[in-house]
């Protein structure tokens, strides 16, 4: 997919108004349908040329659903196909099960290294099995079990939601459902690139924030292009928007190729 065919498909998808995207996606995407094609792919749904295997209660069947209709995370998936470069490493922060990050593996050069981030330790198990099962060029890929974070804490806790697509970094890790992970910071993974420079690929559900403010003159050094998904969040006591982040970005010389609403793609002028 080139940038020019992105933009029609934008184009096309703003035509049609929100209620009819919200019937179709009720009445196609739902755990009726999901739990179907589950068991007539044995768990493991066609999408876009990969096999993504989703044995797992992590992952809910309207989520197949969506997976098989090429829905689920659309627009990102869209974005980093048409804006992958094939001369740079990849770091992808918050890989989850591994759908984004087996077509990095079919877009990425074939002397390059992705490193692949994911903090939900439940999703691991699938992320691995989803990159092993795509991986016919055997790209080299480090599989990172972490949470980016910048609290200086060797661990925090992660809140484990139903979804494979909102969990996220928690102060409280009161509740059965939030565990304890590792965290890391973007540049700590630096040493481990072959290229100079490198894309990054980021949907870490607002802890992005605290990456962009702290990492900025690292970003600025080492990132050629940011494929990102903005949350608007807190850090150090402030809120920061989308359009706040965004214009973060901007400041530091980051230009917007691209925007899918809260999904950008920037470029290291």
């Given amino acids: 997919m080139n940038k020019s065919f992105l933009k029609i498909k934008d184009k096309i998808r703003s035509v049609v108004p929100y209620p009819v995207k919200s019937i179709i996606l009720k009445s196609f995407c ?9 068991r ?5 749904i ?20 969506m997976l098989w209709f090429g829905w689920y995370e659309r627009s990102e998936i869209d974005q980093t196909i048409a804006y992958l470069d094939q001369g740079y490493d990849v770091i992808e922060l918050g890989s989850s099960i591994g759908v984004n990050t087996t ?11 992705l490193m692949a981030v994911e903090a939900n330790p439940d999703l691991i198990p699938l992320l691995k099995e989803n990159i092993k099962n795509n991986n016919p060029r055997n790209i080299e890929v480090t599989v990172v079990d972490a949470a980016v974070d910048y609290s200086n804490d060797d661990s925090i806790g992660f809140l484990i939601t139903d979804s494979t697509l909102s969990g996220k970094v928690s102060r409280d890790v009161g509740p059965e459902n939030c565990k304890i992970v ?6 700590d993974l630096s040493n481990q690139l072959t290229t100079a420079r490198f894309i990054l690929v980021a949907d870490i559900e607002g802890a992005e ?5 702290n990492e900025m003159e690292f970003l600025k050094k080492r990132c050629f292009r940011i494929i990102i998904e903005i949350d608007g969040a807190y850090f150090g006591g ?25 999904r950008m793609v920037f470029e290291n002028a």
């Fill in 46 to 65: 066609p999408h876009r040329g990969a096999r993504i295997f989703v044995g797992s209660s992590c992952f809910k069947d309207s989520n197949k659903a």
């Fill in 40 to 44: 007539i792919y044995s768990e493991s």
């Fill in 182 to 187: 590792k965290t890391i910071k973007l540049s």
């Fill in 209 to 213: 924030v605290g990456m962009i403010i």
């Fill in 103 to 113: 077509q990095i593996l079919k877009h990425i050069g074939d002397e390059r290294r």
């Fill in 30 to 38: 739902n755990d009726v349908v999901g739990s179907f094609l589950g």
């Fill in 238 to 262: 402030k809120y920061y928007s989308i359009e706040d982040v965004k214009c973060l970005l901007e400041q530091y010389g980051f230009e917007l190729q691209h925007r899918h609403a809260n």
